[in-house]
């Protein structure tokens, strides 16, 4: 089974701070994506990569950056975390040529 | 803009009835669409698909619908089961970008 795994269900920060929101797959997915996902708003991609190193923003990038090292690994970073980015975060993943994403179990991010 | 969306953001079934969770897009160049279920406290699983040259497809239970008239998507679930109680989102891709846009979501609630 595909497993996408995010390091951390629940995290509680303060205004100001870094965070790091890490994501692996164990599948050799080509393609991986970070979404958050807010009541009535849906899902909303922040960034999503194709390939090491590659990263493409997504529809709300702004306050986000991502880093993409290794194929396995897609990390979302918070350079200055506000409140208004309190959120559950989906990290995804998928083959190339393929819209099937799999999905991780979501960190929920609270920002103080 | 362009936007995939449901009509309605709950609907509440008896269980062993068929349930119809529709959702529009506005994309005309959509060519791949997915539903995926999200049950609380996870992340959204991949229902089924269905590409843009079908109008139907069937898969254990549940049937995807393609109006590409009207450009509406609908998820048929039949004989529905409390287990089936969830968010649905339907997604559509176009071959130009590769990245799924997301519907807000909808809420089904099984009734015992």
């Known amino acids: 089974d595909v497993k996408v795994t995010q390091s951390s269900r629940y995290l509680v920060k303060r205004t100001g701070e870094k965070v790091f929101l890490e994501c692996v797959q164990d599948?050799?997915?080509?393609?991986m994506f970070w979404y958050r996902q807010d009541p009535g708003l849906g899902l909303r991609l922040i960034y999503f990569?194709?390939?090491?190193?590659?990263?493409e923003k997504g529809d709300i990038p702004e306050g986000y950056s991502v880093s993409r090292e290794k194929k396995e690994r897609f990390s979302l970073i918070l350079e200055s975390a506000s409140t208004n980015q309190t959120s559950m975060y989906l990290c995804?993943?998928?083959?190339?040529?393929?819209?099937?994403?799999?999905f991780g179990e979501g960190s929920r991010l609270t920002v103080l | 803009g362009e936007s995939v969306g449901l009509h309605l953001p709950t609907l509440s079934v008896q269980e062993g009835d068929n349930s119809i969770i529709n959702c529009a897009y506005s994309?005309?160049?959509?060519?791949?669409f997915i539903w995926y279920k999200q049950e609380s406290g996870k992340g959204p699983q991949f229902i089924i698909d269905?590409?843009?040259?079908?109008d139907k497809r069937q898969g254990q239970r549940v049937t995807v619908l393609l109006n590409k008239t009207v450009k509406h998507l609908s998820l048929q679930i039949a004989a529905t089961q409390p287990g089936d109680s969830a968010v649905y989102f339907c997604?559509?891709?176009?071959?130009?970008?590769?990245?799924?846009?997301f519907g807000k979501g909808i809420t089904l609630s099984v009734r015992p």
């Open positions: 995804a993943s998928s083959p190339s040529g393929t819209g099937e994403l799999f």
């Open positions: 599948m050799d997915h080509e393609n």
């Open positions: 990569s194709y390939d090491v190193k590659m990263k």
């Open positions: 994309n005309s160049a959509s060519d791949y």
């Open positions: 269905i590409r843009s040259n079908m």
């Open positions: 997604a559509d891709l176009t071959g130009a970008n590769s990245k799924l846009t």
